[in-house]
């Protein structure tokens, strides 16, 4: 299994940087829009900034644009969601609602090191 699955890991990884793109994209329009059962938040304020960051990094992410910077910069969006958010409630995540926060998070950050890969604008 291990070579099969070594020898299409570049193509799973992409995939997995698409999918977490448009996923996290699709929080951002939620605020952003109000579409996706979100409520529209205004643009000028914390929430509209981390709508603005999700939509468009998340996009950015999925097409493999500036990959490194753009998921560097939504893993500390994250990680400030987090902390602001739901870690005042609970130090676990399970018990504080913070698991997707935290997943972003660490996922982000490590498609900032690992950077495009396959199948990307710019690499």
Known sequence: MNGILARVGPYIY????????????????QKLFGVLGGNRVPILSEFGLAGVIEFAGGLMIAAGMLTSLVAFICSGEMAVAYFKAHA????????????????????????????????????
């Open 88 to 123: 005042p409630k609970s130090v676990f995540p399970i018990q504080n609602g913070g698991e997707l926060a935290v997943l972003f998070c660490f996922l982000f950050l490590y498609i900032a090191a690992r950077g495009t890969g396959k199948w990307g604008v710019s690499k």
């Open 14 to 29: 992409t995939l997995l940087r698409v999918v977490a793109g448009l996923l996290f994209a699709c929080h951002g329009a």
